[in-house]
C-alpha cells in the first residue's frame, strides 16, 4: 500500500513539473460552410526540455505531460499525432463537431486561457467571446502553463466584429497571439448567412464576363473600322 501511495505521488509531482515548465501552443478552429467545426490543439516544447529527461521517448513524455486530460481526450473521440516543428516537438489532436451549437457546449479548451466563454446564437449572427483571462499559476494541477500561444478562427462567413490581431484575407481567417503575462480578451461576431467564398466566386465570374464583353467591343469595333476603311478605298 505504501508503495502504490508513494507511486501516485512520484507521478503527482511529474505531472507538476511538466505543467509548470511552460509550452508553445497553438489553437485553430475551422467553421465549415455547413456549419460543422473543426478544433486542432497543438502543444510544443522545445529540445532542451526533452533533454532533462535522457531516459525516456519524446511520445512517453508527451503522454506524462497531458496525462489529466488523457482521459477526455479519448472519451471525445480526439485524432493524436506527433508532430515537430522546427527545433519545436509535440503532440496536435483533433475533434469535429457537428454544428456550433455542438462545438459551444462541448469543447472545454479554453479552460485552459479563460475563465469565461460566452457565445451566443441569433439567427445568422454568431458572436463568440472570451474573457477573465486566467493569471500565470505554476501551481495549479488543472492548467498547462502556456508561454505563448496563437489561437486562429477560420471561417467562409463575412465578420462584423473582430479584436484580432492579424487577419488573412486569402484564408478569411483571424489570429490572436497571446503570452503569459497579458489579459487579452477576444472577441468575434460573424454572419453565417454571408458566404465570403461565394461572393467571390461570383466577383470572379462577373470580372470573367466583363473582360470578355470589352474583348467582343474592341473586335467589333477594328472590324467596322477596318470595312470602313476598305469600303473608302
Given amino acids: 500500500m505504501i508503495g502504490v501511495v508513494s507511486m501516485k505521488k512520484y507521478i503527482l509531482l511529474l505531472i507538476l513539473i511538466f505543467l509548470t515548465v511552460g509550452c508553445k501552443a497553438e489553437y485553430t478552429i475551422k467553421i465549415n460552410n455547413d456549419r460543422s467545426v473543426e478544433e486542432s490543439i497543438v502543444g510544443l516544447e522545445n529540445e532542451e526540455y526533452y533533454s532533462r529527461y535522457p531516459r525516456s521517448s519524446k511520445k512517453r513524455v508527451i503522454r506524462f505531460t497531458t496525462a489529466l486530460v488523457n482521459d477526455y481526450l479519448e472519451k471525445n473521440n480526439f485524432t493524436r499525432e506527433i508532430i515537430t516543428n522546427g527545433d519545436y516537438t509535440g503532440e496536435r489532436v483533433k475533434s469535429k463537431y457537428k454544428n456550433l451549437k455542438d462545438y459551444f457546449s462541448k469543447s472545454k479548451a479554453y479552460e485552459q486561457l479563460y475563465e469565461t466563454f ?29 508561454n505563448d500561444c496563437k489561437v486562429k478562427i477560420v471561417l467562409p462567413f463575412s465578420v462584423k466584429e473582430h479584436n484580432a490581431d492579424y487577419y488573412n484575407e486569402s484564408e478569411n481567417s483571424y489570429t490572436w497571439n497571446l503570452n503569459i503575462d497579458d489579459s487579452k480578451e477576444i472577441y468575434i461576431q460573424f454572419d453565417t448567412g454571408k458566404n465570403i467564398k461565394t461572393n467571390f466566386n461570383k466577383y470572379i465570374v462577373y470580372s470573367i464576363l466583363g473582360i470578355v464583353i470589352l474583348i467582343v467591343l474592341v473586335i467589333c469595333i477594328k472590324f467596322y473600322t477596318h470595312r470602313k476603311s476598305q469600303n473608302k478605298i
Fill in 118 to 146: 460566452d457565445s451566443d446564437i441569433n439567427g445568422n449572427i454568431v458572436t463568440i467571446s472570451l474573457k477573465n483571462r486566467y493569471p500565470k499559476n505554476g501551481n495549479s494541477v488543472d492548467r498547462f502553463i502556456i
